[in-house]
């Protein structure tokens, strides 16, 4: 049984790691909560973020960092998936989607681990005007062993290509009764976006954890 997160746009983070070391551009960092469990859902549509790519410089910009609840202590192998809806404003951009998956302590002071890390992934985004999907297929994971009370942080961003002018990305956070976004690149559908693990990391949950419940805004923990 695999482990499906969603970016849901209504709460904010139950902790606030630093960003990992490769994001050069952190200006326009948006925190909020990876929620476990079909729940998440809530009127309304999918929430762009918009960093701003900076003039003539080639970086990675972040654009989400989304923090779990708390992880039972196991070990983390197998898989993961991810899907979420991008665009640019400019063409001269070329900007690929770049994304970071870590583990760390409940407080996020300390990092336990990278599980996935790719800062050049799919293809060049699409225009503002026919935002579509861009995904991670089935990449295998770094092992990595979680102590209780651990958190998956999940972080979205860009890469540019020294853009000729000053502009602007567009990372999709999900919101709205809505199917889930297929794990198909070039999707044009708005759509929830989520990331995933072949691994059931709720399987070895104690009595004691806070188990997922549906989702109501402001229940992050």
Known sequence: MSTRFYFVDQTSAPASPAVDAGWENTASLFRRTLYHGKGHRAPGTPTPVTPTITTGVTED???IQMVSQPIPPQEITG????????????ALLECTMAVVIRVVSNDGSVVRGTLYSNFNIDTEFTLNASPSTRIVNAQAVTPVTTLPGDRIVVEVGAHAEAPT???????????????????????????????????DLFKS??????????FKPGNAR
């Open 165 to 199: 002018a000053t502009t602007t990305i567009r990372i999709y956070t999900g919101r709205g009764a809505l199917p889930d976004c297929p794990l198909t690149s070039g999707d044009t559908n708005i759509y929830n976006p989520w990331v995933e693990f072949s691994q």
């Open 205 to 214: 949950m104690p009595t004691n954890y806070l188990k997922p419940r549906p």
């Open 61 to 63: 910009a972040i654009a």
């Open 79 to 90: 898989t993961v998936s991810l899907v979420t809806i991008c665009s640019e404003n400019d």
